[in-house]
């Protein structure tokens, strides 16, 4: 079936006789601008709760936001998957992977042109400038 359309035939099967749904919406974004600076900090807390459930979305860019929000999963794991799991691949490849995300993030919005502290990936030469913090003393040490 090449249209996203549930053909005409299958609205008077039963419902498990009926072919799955292919997409769900959660919440229709009227804006045809992909997003702005004042979107900034809630795209990265949205991008963040994906990822902590396990939504790994492998294709960010301007194209796949809009009005802020990101509509295109097509290029997105989800754990559990094959990719995903050390018994197909080694966890260092599989966190480069993931890693992947953050770095696209933070490129998208330097294409933008804005100007912004708020990044998804650690900033190495901000970092660098930071104090060291002191070690805490753990029993036994």
């Not at 990822?51 to 194209?63: E, G, N, P």
Request: aromatic share 12%; no cysteine.
């Amino acid at each position: 079936m090449d249209d996203w359309q549930r053909p005409d035939e299958e609205y008077d099967l039963p419902s498990e006789q009926r072919q799955p749904f292919r997409a769900i919406v959660k919440e229709l974004v009227n804006d045809n601008v992909p997003f702005t600076a004042k979107m900034l900090p809630q795209m990265l807390n949205d991008f963040f709760a994906l990822r902590r459930m396990f939504v790994y979305v492998r294709d960010v860019r301007a194209d796949n936001y809009i009005g802020g929000k990101i509509v295109d999963f097509s290029s997105s794991w989800t754990a559990p998957h094959t990719l995903v799991s050390t018994y197909v691949r080694d966890w260092d490849v599989i966190e480069s992977d993931l890693q992947w995300d953050l770095k696209q993030f933070d490129a998208m919005i330097e294409d933008a042109g804005i100007k912004t502290w708020r990044r998804a990936s650690p900033n190495p030469e901000y970092l660098s400038k930071l104090r060291p913090r002191p070690q805490l003393a753990l029993d036994g040490d």
